[in-house]
């Protein structure tokens, strides 16, 4: 199974200090989640586009993450994966198992949920580079997050779901300013800028689009050479970023980036393979590589890098 890893990022303030950007802080954990809870247990993200700011600092919310994380991967022992979920207004609900174990609510207006299961599963090897260095202070227990959320108007949850058993809501308070629809951009690393993503893979595609969306870009996709010269066709000069798997059914990744150069003549690429790029054949000049498995951190910096450099 593929995986891309979501890591602790800390090269710029997410907010204020009195509130937080919920999908940033959970995307960015993902090295402390692995210190709390061991290399045996893969991840898998899914931020929501309808959560607003929570009304939660920064250190206190790391805090619920790692500790809900702590809580659910000790129903299921070692091997599996940890699922970790953002839900605001118009988000499915969490359904329960039984009958008599009431289910969660709709995020409403006030309130965004934290959602966090364990999934059994065989044990898998690490998801992402182990960062030995990070010890974080020892997770806090279910009752000193109930005590958390209590402090700060919102509440804990457990709810039977036939996924794992059990799963793990933090119910966390939106900050007062947040518009009506419980929208809030989601903050960028620049401006928004259009990225076209060419991966066969559909789980990485998935994942990879998903971590440069929390971090603010506008991500366009393709599964194939059909598809990506449909999109470039489609969107031009305004794609700033090409990011192609190096291997594609039927072209290279090179091959493609070439026939892609006259409507995306401008474009940055970034080119992410398992294999080296000695193995498929000379990239596209000027071009830069990540090898997979890759994490969240290696992507984006060096997404954003790319990009910075485009407009010198």
Do not use: W
Request: hydrophobic share 45%; aromatic share 4%; proline share 5%.
């Amino acid at each position: 199974m593929t995986s891309v890893a979501f890591v602790s990022h800390t090269h710029s303030a997410l907010t204020d200090e009195s509130c937080s950007d919920l999908n940033q802080v959970v995307a960015r954990a993902e090295a402390l989640i692995l210190e709390a809870v061991g290399d045996s247990l893969s991840l898998q993200l899914a931020l929501s586009p309808n959560v607003a700011r929570v009304a939660v600092m920064v250190a206190d919310l790391q805090k619920i993450v790692v500790g809900l994380c702590v809580e659910a991967a000790g129903t299921i022992g070692s091997g599996g994966r940890l699922v970790i979920e953002t839900r605001g207004l118009n988000d499915a609900k969490v359904e329960a198992q039984t009958a008599s174990q009431p289910s969660l609510a709709q995020a409403s207006e006030a309130c965004a949920h934290l959602v966090v299961r364990a999934e059994r599963g065989p044990t898998l090897p690490p998801v992402g580079p182990r960062k030995a260095s990070l010890r974080p202070d020892a997770p806090l227990g279910v009752a000193a997050l109930e005590a958390l959320l209590d402090g700060i108007s919102g509440r804990l949850e457990r709810v039977a779901v036939a996924e794992s058993g059990l799963a793990y809501i933090a119910h966390l308070p939106y900050v007062s300013a947040s518009n009506s629809s419980g929208r809030m951009p989601v903050a960028s690393t620049r401006g928004g800028e259009v990225i076209l993503l060419v991966e066969d893979e559909p789980q990485v595609q998935a994942v990879t689009a998903r971590i440069l969306r929390a971090f603010g870009y506008s991500v366009i996709t393709a599964h194939n050479e059909r598809t990506a010269l449909a999109q470039a066709e489609q969107y031009g000069a305004a794609i700033s970023l090409v990011v192609s798997d190096l291997v594609l059914p039927g072209v290279s990744g090179a091959d493609l980036v070439r026939r892609l150069r006259q409507p995306c003549e401008h474009a940055r690429v970034l080119y992410m393979s398992g294999y080296s790029p000695e193995h498929v054949g000379a990239l596209v000049e000027g071009a830069s590589f990540l090898r997979k498995p890759f994490t969240a951190q290696e992507l984006v910096t060096m997404v954003r890098d790319l990009l910075a450099a485009s407009v010198h």
